[in-house]
């Protein structure tokens, strides 16, 4: 672009720089929420990992008593004890138990973006189960 007496300036416009910033906008509000959804998805591994070591826990405890427990802390593995400090993103339960059968279920916390009504469930056969954005 050039001025009056016909020099050429160097830069951008006004407008230039808004419709650049308006697009980068509309850009990360379209990508925001798909990020959002797949991290939240990504935690189910992590609820897989526990409760899967509390079913271990429970079927050695079926070994050693011939019946499932409802009370995780007669397991000798409790995901909810939190050496470390970490703040967690799951509460984790025995949700039924009778002599030959168990369900176990990771809740998400609903702090760190959870939504603290998603779960995900794992039975004495290994079944794999959730509800929310772990359906």
Do not use: C, K, W
């Not at 001025?3 to 720089?17: I, K, P, Q, S, V």
């Not at 939504?115 to 954005?133: F, K, M, P």
């Amino acid at each position: 672009m050039a001025d009056l007496n016909g020099h050429r300036r160097a830069g951008f416009t006004l407008l230039e720089l808004l419709i650049a910033v308006i697009v980068l906008v509309v850009l990360v509000g379209l990508a925001l929420p798909i990020f959002t959804n797949t991290a939240e998805r990504s935690r189910r591994a992590e609820a897989l990992n526990m409760l899967n070591a509390s079913r271990q826990a429970q079927l050695r405890f079926f070994i050693q008593n011939n019946t499932y427990t409802n009370n995780m802390a007669q397991l000798d593995f409790n995901p909810n004890a939190n050496p470390a400090g970490q703040t967690p993103h799951f509460t984790y339960g025995i949700t039924s138990a009778t002599a030959t059968t168990f369900t176990m279920t990771a809740t998400r916390n609903a702090t760190n973006g959870g939504d603290g009504v998603s779960t995900v469930t794992i039975n004495e056969a290994g079944n794999v189960g959730g509800t929310g954005v772990f359906a």
